[in-house]
């Protein structure tokens, strides 16, 4: 939820399934997504891996045009060094949001670029607006990808086309993985049926700035 945006249903899921299923983390929602619970929580324990879901856009002009959606306030693309990210530098920033890679004159690759030029070794970005249930899937899979692929390139692929092949699939109230896993959907994200989840919208705008280790 936030203060000015509309709220954003399948992120819940997509943060408790990373950080307590897929991978070992902490999740900080709502009124706990600030800047300043940003930065602190960076300073009191030096994460390799921060994942922002929320609201992002890329406007151009100035820098400060640009911004991902906190809690009440807006992270701006001239705000990104300020975090402190590049020491020790984050392993792996994932923007899971809307058109975060996309860039202009100004600033090449958006979100993504900048954060490589504040010190992130590697940024997962997307080129266009991505839906929130094709997000939750594809995110669900690369962090699944994640804890056996060689590098973080290679991840992204193997996510990518499990997508494509249909292994990764919404049936009903249960999330599909390519591995035979089935996660259960609150609620609001279930469907009757099934959805493939094939098609390039779904997948093809993630993309990977900088280190591909």
């Known amino acids: 939820e936030f203060t000015d945006q509309l709220p954003l249903p399948a992120v819940p899921t997509e943060l408790a399934l990373i950080t307590e299923t897929l991978w070992q983390g902490e999740s900080f929602l709502n009124q706990e997504f600030t800047l300043a619970n940003l930065k602190a929580q960076r300073q009191q324990e030096p994460y390799q891996i921060i994942h ?54 100004d600033a090449e690759l958006g979100f993504a670029g900048l954060a490589v030029q504040a010190g992130v070794k590697s940024a997962l970005a997307s080129l266009w607006n991505v839906s929130d249930e094709g997000t939750l899937a594809f995110m669900t ?38 591995r035979g896993e089935a996660l259960t959907l609150p609620s609001t994200l279930a469907i009757p049926g ?20």
């Open 52 to 105: 922002l879901a929320t609201h992002g856009a890329f406007q151009p002009g100035a820098l400060s045009n640009s911004y991902i959606q906190l809690w009440d306030t807006r992270l701006q693309l001239d705000q990104l060094r300020q975090l402190g990210w590049s020491n020790p530098p984050v392993e792996l920033l994932v923007l899971s949001a809307c058109r975060t890679a996309f860039g202009s004159d």
């Open 141 to 178: 899979e690369f962090y699944r990808q994640l804890q056996t692929a060689p590098i973080k390139a290679e991840a992204l692929r193997q996510a990518q086309m499990a997508m494509l092949q249909g292994t990764v699939r919404v049936d009903g109230s249960q999330l599909r993985g390519s």
């Open 194 to 213: 099934s959805r493939q989840l094939s098609h390039p919208y779904y997948w093809a705008a993630f993309t990977l700035v900088g280190s591909p280790w």
